[in-house]
């Protein structure tokens, strides 16, 4: 069912220019780290229609040396699960309005 919507974001990236990224990113498709811009590209197209490999996302970028994350948004659901998944990684929530002014502070 998601496939157009796929189909829909490969046309929106089309002529978007990635530029090659500082970090590795970790795509929920594969669960492993990347810097390469089209590879990416291709991996938020997947992304829509894939399965969520979240343990495996988690504990690579554990392995990557994170230790800091930040949940952007009200709730903490991803905090718990990220808990519960790599305990070396510390989260932080930030949701509410006073949250943001805190950490931008």
């Not at 979240?54 to 930040?70: D, F, N, P, Q």
């Amino acid at each position: 069912m998601m496939k157009p919507a796929a189909d829909r974001l490969a046309a929106a990236l089309a002529d978007i220019v990635v530029s090659t990224p500082s970090v590795p990113v970790v795509a929920n498709v594969t669960a492993e780290p990347t810097q390469d811009p089209a590879q990416i590209k291709n991996l938020l197209i997947q992304q829509v229609t894939a399965p969520v490999r979240w343990e495996e996302s988690v504990l690579a970028i554990a392995k990557l040396g994170v230790t800091k994350a930040y949940e952007l948004g009200s709730g903490a659901v991803l905090k718990g699960l990220v808990g519960r998944t790599a305990k070396s990684i510390a989260v932080t929530t930030i949701g509410e309005p006073h949250e943001v002014k805190a950490f931008t502070a």
